[in-house]
């Protein structure tokens, strides 16, 4: 097992900074109300200016008048945390976000697939930087280690177990994992680095710390396991953005839009999904939000098409006031196949099957609204075909209908009478003025036994204006003439 | 020859007054009169054909059965959205379909040109056939495209009446009934012939 370790030093700063397009005024995040709010964090513009963390709000203003205070919000920087987890996910079928602000993957079994190590971190940290996440990444053979790592001494990587100890044995005590008093109290016995912790007799270091540091510093040299839960992808997609100001123009709204969108591919792409149908929320201060509902053809998860198709939607939607959220919800989310293609096939990228295509004929106009044909063996054109349901093409199957293929194999080379091309499913009067009778008559009598008895005398009638009839009158009759065909 | 215009020749969106045509991929019509005035020498292959015939039961069917048969040998589906009547197993089987892949999509009028263009685009069809009633300009651009990209064949099968209508179908075919005749009244890559071509009696 390999685990990496990510974690997200600033999580709940750049969770606002990335829905906003201007990174450099200053802005913290404050927490508590009234004259207890205390900034928790300050992005670089606001630290420059002297802000930082622990500052009451009102210190902050002072120093900084023009600061973008926003309050931090818990629950968005956990469905920023599932966010991330779910982009983990197509790297690692093994995602654990147990841990706050950090997530950790089992990254063995996906090194032949990214070609290694170095390059599955070039791929992270490039996916982490265009999502607009600061981020430390580590790597150990037990998840433990790797948190340590990360957070200690960013990229750094420990392959084998060998290593392992021996960079662990770097990290000063503090940064070992180990809560504050114990950290603190070791550094007090002169404890400075993990590795003199390492060297000491186990039982007795247990007595001075505790079973539980003693615990921790098993898992870290992986002596013993920790069993973690494993994050489970949703099936919907339900995202939020809350605008710093309420705008009506479709201009500002592409920011927020884009970056919606681009976590919306990230989460397709790490179900290994594509979006059918997704629906944009446009939420306004007063009233129901305006709704655009997006379908597509194919299942797709292109940002860059994703936002063309949304922008086009947009830019013909009239918004009736002005926006304060947009929020993109879609639970439609079908398996993303890249068309299985021969070598030499030159159909076009956006092929899709037949079955697929079928599928979503019959989605829309209803479940028997695609169907074959079969002949069958019945001399009356009213039963000479049955519908062959939705079988495969290749298939015969259960149908009762005669295979085409079969009835030619076991007749021989097919010689019908002449039959006509279109049949009416049931025979009207024919309208159309008799020009003059081409073939006919030809008796057509069959069915006493089935109750469906039928004697007709079928004609191939030419009409005034050329058009070619198949017509019968009922046997030994001479009235007019019923139309049940066109030799079209 | 500049190389703007030379790729626009070769796909045929251009075409000079004189001079032969230049080859294209085509189906051949299985009526070597019309092949030899169609500037590809038969059905054009991704575009839309457009067969205009003044009634029903003249021939409109018997023009596009030879190519139909060839296409079912292809083993990809033809596909036959909302016709009008019900097609006779029995004359298609006669005039060499494979209706293994004949298949039938039942729709009403708008929901017809949907499913057309739904079948053009995915170029899972080996041909789609549709008979739209009333389909305005941008409809049938929409049906170009759809079976541009797709590399489909599409057949429109509308009334003369529409013989007017300005279309985007690369060809467009009237049928003429006494006596009759195939008027080619339009074919991308070459000037429509001046003389309509007979049209072949059906074999009594």
Redesign the interface.
């Known amino acids: 097992m390999q685990w990496a370790c990510i974690s997200f030093p600033q999580l709940a700063l750049d969770d606002v900074l990335r829905r906003r397009a201007d990174h450099a005024s200053p802005l913290v995040l404050f927490e508590g109300a009234g004259s207890r709010a205390r900034v928790m964090a300050a992005n670089a513009a606001a630290r420059h200016h002297g802000l930082h963390i622990g500052q009451s709000l009102t210190a902050a203003r002072a120093l900084c008048p023009r600061v973008n205070a926003v309050e931090h919000d818990a629950a968005a920087v956990e469905r920023c945390h599932d966010f991330l987890a779910a982009w983990a996910y197509r790297y690692s079928s093994q995602v654990c976000r147990t841990f706050p602000q950090t997530l950790l993957l089992e990254v063995r079994a996906s090194f032949r697939l990214f070609g290694g190590w170095a390059a599955l971190q070039a791929e992270l940290r490039r996916d982490l930087a265009a999502l607009g996440f600061e981020h430390r990444i580590g790597a150990a053979p037990n998840p433990h280690a790797a948190l340590v790592l990360a957070s200690a001494r960013g990229g750094c990587a420990v392959e084998d177990e060998a290593h392992l100890l021996d960079a662990l044995g770097m990290l000063p005590v503090e940064r070992g994992g180990l809560d504050a008093t114990c950290a603190e109290s070791l550094q007090r016995m002169g404890l400075r680095r993990l590795h003199q912790l390492f060297a000491l007799p186990r039982a007795e270091l247990g007595k001075r710390i505790g079973a539980q540091a003693l615990l921790h510093l098993d898992r870290l040299r992986g002596a013993a396991t920790n069993a973690l839960a494993f994050y489970q992808p949703p099936d919907v997609f339900d995202q939020r953005i809350e605008l710093p100001l309420n705008t009506a123009s479709h201009e500002s709204l592409l920011f927020p839009l884009r970056r919606l969108l681009r976590d919306f591919s990230a989460f397709l792409a790490g179900r290994d999904g594509g979006a059918q149908r997704f629906t944009l929320a446009f939420e306004h201060e007063r009233g129901a939000p305006t709704e655009i509902s997006v379908g597509l053809l194919a299942p797709e998860r292109d940002p860059e098409l994703l936002f063309a198709i949304a922008r086009a939607r947009l830019d013909r939607t009239r918004l009736r006031e002005s926006v304060c959220g947009l929020r993109l919800v879609s639970d439609e989310l079908p398996a993303f196949t890249p068309t299985r293609r021969d070598l030499f096939d030159t159909r076009p990228q956006q092929a899709v099957t037949w079955e697929a295509l079928r599928e979503r004929l019959r989605a829309r106009l209803g479940e028997h609204a695609v169907h074959g044909l079969a002949l069958h063996p019945d001399h009356r054109p009213e039963r000479a075909w049955r519908v062959q349901g939705i079988d495969p093409p290749r298939g015969s199957g259960s149908s009762r209908g005669v295979h085409p293929a079969r009835a030619r194999d076991t007749n021989g080379p097919v010689s019908f009478p002449q039959r006509p091309t279109w049949l009416l499913a049931r025979p009207i009067p024919l309208r159309e003025r008799v020009a003059r009778i081409l073939a006919g008559p030809e008796r057509i009598e069959s069915g006493w036994w089935d109750g469906a008895d039928m004697r007709r005398d079928y004609y191939v009638i030419e009409t005034a204006s050329h058009q070619r009839a198949w017509a019968f009158r009922p046997a030994g009759d001479d009235g007019p003439f019923m139309l049940q065909g066109w030799f079209a | 020859m500049s190389a703007i215009l030379q790729p626009l020749i070769e796909t045929g969106r251009l075409w000079r007054g004189q001079g032969t045509a230049p080859l294209r991929d085509a189906l051949p019509t299985g009526f070597d009169a019309l092949d030899r005035v169609l500037p590809g020498g038969g059905w054009p292959r991704a575009a839309l054909s457009e067969i205009l015939f ?9 023009l596009l ?1 030879p190519a139909l048969a060839m296409l079912s040998r292809e ?3 033809i596909v036959l959205i909302a ?13 060499g379909v ?10 009403d009028e708008h ?1 017809a040109l ?2 057309a263009e ?2 053009l ?5 080996a041909a789609v056939l549709c008979w739209p009633r009333q389909a305005d300009t941008a409809t049938l651009r929409r049906l170009q495209l759809a079976a541009e ?3 489909t064949i599409g057949f429109l099968l509308r009334p003369a009446q529409v013989a007017a209508q300005a279309s985007m179908a690369a060809v467009r075919i009237g049928i003429e ?2 006596p ?1 005749r195939l008027r080619v009244l339009k074919c991308r890559g070459g000037n429509p012939p001046a003389q309509a071509v007979a049209f072949v009696a ?1 074999a ?1």
């Open positions: 003044p009634a029903d039961g003249v021939g409109e069917l018997r059965l083993a990809h589906p016709p009008p009547y019900l097609p006779f197993p029995a004359a298609w089987i006669a005039a494979d209706l293994r892949y004949l298949q039938i999509v039942q729709a929901d949907w499913a739904q079948c685009r995915s170029a899972a069809c990209t797709g590399q009934t006494a009759p059906l009594a």
